[in-house]
T-cell receptor, first 111, second 113 residues
């Protein structure tokens, strides 16, 4: 995932908003994705955004895309302890199935 | 609808052995991708199969191979195991439809001793 960059760690208080940032490099990526991984589990698809959109909201999740700066962010409103996990952003640089992942952001929610 | 299943969930092998991992995609999904996850390298793409054909391959040595059957189930094989092959191997399936969203299985944890 060397072409997708994320900060490695985020600590947030329960009830606050979390914002996870990601930068990607391939401007041809059509879709960008956010996945969540809990300990010992696989990846859970949270949401995705089409590259011609600026924003997508899905319940507590808001994705913002700045295509000019190749910057993607995921905002989690009213963060809960169950949101503690590693969050990965991913791009799909071509029409085939390959996803390019960032290194993941460890989110720790404190009471 | 049942999710992606992977078997076995855990595996311990010794150097030099070979291993076969299995993945059953979500019903109706024809694309299966494999990824290797390690603490050092993160998530890396291995290969993708669609309708029994490999249509994309990552930068892994030839010891890593795969195949897909007519029912879309997929297997990956690693021969002559090395210590560095210890990883979580994740399989993802996709309908190749809108957004081509990939759904992941729980993974197979391979430990090479």
């Amino acid at each position: 995932g060397e072409d997708v960059e994320q900060s490695l760690f985020l600590s947030v208080r329960e009830g606050d908003s979390s914002v996870i940032n990601c930068t990607y490099t391939d401007s041809s990526s059509t879709y960008l994705y956010w996945y969540k991984q809990e300990p010992g589990a696989g990846l859970q698809l949270l949401t995705y955004i089409f590259s011609n959109m600026d924003m997508k909201q899905d319940q507590r999740l808001t994705v913002l895309l700045n295509k000019k700066d190749k910057h993607l962010s995921l905002r989690i409103a009213d963060t809960q302890t169950g949101d503690s996990a590693i969050y990965f952003c991913a791009e799909k640089p071509d029409s085939w199935g390959k996803l390019q992942f960032g290194a993941g952001t460890q989110v720790v929610v404190t009471p | 609808k049942a999710g992606v299943t992977q078997t076995p969930r855990y595996l311990i092998k010794t150097r030099g052995q070979q291993v076969t991992l299995s993945c059953s995609p979500i019903s109706g999904h024809r694309s299966v991708s494999w990824y290797q996850q390690t603490p050092g390298q993160g998530l890396q793409f291995l290969f993708e199969y669609f309708s029994e054909t490999q249509r994309n391959k990552g930068n892994f040595p030839g010891r890593f191979s795969g195949r897909q059957f007519s029912n879309s189930r997929s297997e990956m094989n690693v021969s002559t195991l090395e210590l560095g092959d210890s990883a979580l191997y994740l399989c993802a399936s996709s309908s190749a439809g809108v957004a081509d969203t990939q759904y992941f299985g729980p993974g197979t944890r391979l430990t090479v001793l």
